[in-house]
C-alpha cells in the first residue's frame, strides 16, 4: 500500500479528525511503515513548534481601557438592525417605544383597534400634503417683472420704420428713468422689431 | 473530536444568553461578550496580521460590526466562531486595502519577540539547543507568514486559535473536506520549508 494515501490520514490523525475505523487501519499501516511513523513525528514536532511560537511569542493583549473605549464607539451606534422585532416579540420590561409614531397616535385615538388601512395611507399622506401645504406657503409670490411696453417712451431710434429691417443698424437701449444708455444691441433685429411693434 | 470541544460547549451555553440579551437591546450583555473574548479576538487578530500597531484598532472595528450584525446570529453556529468569521473578515478586508509591503526586518522583528521571553523557556536545556530551537521557532513564524492566504488562515485557525475542522469550516465558510486539504497542503509547504529543523 502505497504512503501517498496515508499522508492525509496523518494530518488528520493529529487533529483527532479520523472516524475509528480509518484510524485502526492508520495504526496497522504504521506498525509495518517507517517512513510514515517519522512522518507522524515530523508533524508533532510542527505542532511543538506552534505550541512554542504561542507560548513564547509575545503577542498585543487588550489593556485595561479597550473595553472602556470599545462600548464608548457603541454608544453612537444606533440600535442593532430588527430590534423593533425583537421588542415586540419579548414583549418585556426592556421594551421600548419610539418617541413618534403614526401608528402610536392612531392607536391612541382609537385604543384597542387594529392598525386600519386608511392610516397607513394617511402615514405617508399626511406628511406629503404638510410639505406642500407649507411649500405653498413659504414660496414667496412671483414678483410682476413683465414690462409694460405701452408705458415706455420709446427712444428715437426705437422708431425706425418696420420696412429697413434689412439694413444694418445699431440699436441704443435706454434707461427709462435716468435715460441713460444701457446698452448697444445690432443683432437683435426680431426682438427690437417686436417690441417696436408692440408699442405702437 | 477535538480536545478543546467540551471548553467549546460550555462556553456556547453561556453565550446563548448574553447574544439573546444583547439582541433585546442589552449592552451590558455586549460588553461582557467583548469582555469574554477580546484576548482572542486580539490574538487571532495578531496572528493573521502579525501587525502590533493595527491590532486594537481592527478588534474595535470587528465587535462593533459584531454588534450591528448581531441580529443577524441565529444561533446556527457557535457564536464565536461567528465572531472568528468577523474577525478573519476584517483582517483580510484589511490586507486588501493595504498594499502588501515586503517587510524588511521580518526577521529582526520575528527574533525579537521569539527572544523576548525566552530565558525561561529555554534555560533548562543547552545553548547549542537552544539555539537550534529558537532558529526553527523564527523560520516557522517566517515560512508561516509566507503561505498562501488560504492555507494560512486555514493553519493558523487550527494550531493557534485550537478550533476543530468543523469550527474551521464554519469560520472560514468552506467545506469540511476543503479544510482537511488546506490544513495538510499547509503542513506539506511547512515541512518542505522546515526540512532542517524537523
Known amino acids: ?200 | 473530536m477535538h480536545g478543546s470541544e467540551p471548553q467549546s460547549k460550555k462556553l456556547t451555553s453561556s453565550d446563548v444568553t448574553l447574544v439573546t440579551q444583547c439582541q433585546k437591546g442589552d449592552k451590558k450583555a455586549f460588553e461582557l461578550l467583548v469582555k469574554k473574548y477580546q484576548r482572542r479576538v486580539f490574538n487571532l487578530i495578531y496572528r493573521i496580521t502579525q501587525d502590533y500597531d493595527l491590532v486594537e484598532t481592527l478588534a474595535q472595528e470587528v465587535f462593533l460590526k459584531a454588534f450591528r450584525a448581531i441580529n443577524s446570529f441565529k444561533g446556527d453556529s457557535q457564536f464565536y466562531t461567528w465572531l472568528y468569521r468577523i474577525t478573519v473578515n476584517t483582517c483580510l478586508s484589511q490586507v486588501k486595502r493595504e498594499v502588501p509591503e515586503e517587510s524588511l526586518d521580518t526577521t529582526m522583528e520575528a527574533d525579537s519577540r521569539l527572544y523576548a521571553d525566552d530565558r525561561s523557556r529555554f534555560h533548562q536545556s543547552n545553548p547549542e539547543q537552544d539555539y537550534i530551537k529558537k532558529e526553527f521557532l523564527i523560520h516557522l513564524v517566517e515560512t508561516l507568514q509566507g503561505l498562501p492566504e488560504d492555507l494560512r488562515m486555514a493553519i493558523v485557525l487550527r494550531e493557534f486559535m485550537e478550533l476543530n475542522y468543523e469550527e474551521i469550516s464554519d469560520v472560514l465558510e468552506i467545506p469540511l473536506g476543503t479544510v482537511r486539504s488546506r490544513i495538510f497542503r499547509a503542513r506539506e509547504r511547512l515541512k518542505e520549508s522546515l526540512a532542517l529543523f524537523l
Open chain 1, 1 to 200: 500500500m502505497g504512503c501517498s494515501k496515508y499522508a492525509p490520514l496523518l494530518s488528520r490523525f493529529l487533529d483527532e479528525d479520523l472516524a475509528s475505523t480509518e484510524i485502526e487501519g492508520l495504526l496497522r499501516h504504521l506498525s509495518s511503515c517507517t517512513a510514515c511513523q517519522e512522518g507522524l513525528n515530523v508533524l508533532e514536532k510542527l505542532r511543538y513548534g506552534f505550541q512554542a511560537v504561542g507560548e513564547i511569542e509575545s503577542v498585543p493583549s487588550p489593556d485595561q481601557g479597550f473595553l472602556e473605549r470599545t462600548m464608548a464607539t457603541l454608544v453612537y451606534e444606533e440600535r442593532p438592525q430588527g430590534q423593533e422585532d425583537a421588542d415586540r416579540v419579548h414583549d418585556g420590561s426592556s421594551k421600548r417605544r419610539t418617541p413618534f409614531s403614526w401608528k402610536g397616535i392612531v392607536q391612541l385615538v382609537f385604543p384597542g383597534q387594529p392598525f386600519p388601512v386608511w392610516a397607513r395611507v394617511f402615514r405617508y399622506a399626511v406628511p406629503a400634503l404638510i410639505i406642500v401645504i407649507l411649500g405653498l406657503l413659504l414660496i414667496p409670490a412671483k414678483q410682476d417683472e413683465t414690462i409694460d411696453v405701452a408705458s415706455i417712451t420709446p427712444s428715437q431710434d426705437l422708431l425706425f420704420p418696420v420696412d429697413q429691417t434689412s439694413q444694418p443698424f445699431e440699436t441704443y437701449i435706454f434707461h427709462h428713468a435716468t435715460q441713460q444708455p444701457l446698452g448697444t444691441f445690432s443683432d437683435e433685429l426680431p426682438l427690437i422689431q417686436e417690441v417696436a411693434d408692440s408699442g405702437r
